[in-house]
């Protein structure tokens, strides 16, 4: 192989590579403990930007979005989907498809036991269209859709692929 061919498939892959990096896939440090245990403080993510070009996200997603009046992006999990009516009961969610729905109760396998603190209060938001509800596993000190509202789908920017602990 000449030296000519070997600077040609290195500026080729160097290229390839920044492309993929600027359209395709997102990295970042993860300031805070607001997805703990998932997602701890310092931990790298990997953001997939296309993910929902052709989808729509689903309940459960971790996803990186850019809430009203704000241009910090934050990671939070997708709860509540358009034109749902989420309930929160205590210490537990309900979704409901419609007002009268008696609904269902949302497993979170994923929370480290019970993160959110025991309310007697019942509290409702009802999503709108083109807007989810997203909420961090680590209830208690969650900057999340109970402060910030619904986040609209234009400000989702990916969904998180991979985790990585340093």
């Known amino acids: 192989m000449t030296f000519r061919r070997t600077i040609k498939i290195v500026l080729v892959c160097l290229v390839a590579a920044m492309v993929i990096r600027v359209l395709i896939i997102d ?14 403080d310092g931990n790298y993510v990997v953001v997939n ?37 989420i309930v929160f ?9 419609n007002r009268e729905d008696t609904g269902k109760v949302l497993q979170e396998v994923y929370l480290a036991g019970d993160t959110t603190k025991n309310n007697e209060e019942v509290f409702y938001e009802t999503i709108d269209p083109y807007e989810y509800y997203t909420l961090g596993d680590n209830r208690d000190v969650s900057v999340d859709s109970r402060r910030l ?14 985790i990585f602990d340093f």
Do not use: C, H
Request: overall charge positive; cysteine-free.
């Open 149 to 162: 509202g619904p986040v609209d789908k234009w400000s989702i920017k990916g969904k998180v692929i991979f």
């Open 49 to 85: 930007r296309l993910a929902y070009a052709f989808s729509e996200p689903k309940r459960g997603d971790i996803i990186v979005v850019r809430p009203r009046d704000t241009l910090q992006k934050i990671v939070k999990r997708v709860i509540g989907l358009p034109g749902e009516r």
């Open 27 to 40: 990295t970042f440090v993860v300031r805070g403990d607001s997805m703990n245990p998932v997602i701890k």
């Open 89 to 97: 009961e205590g210490n537990k969610i309900v979704i409901k498809e």
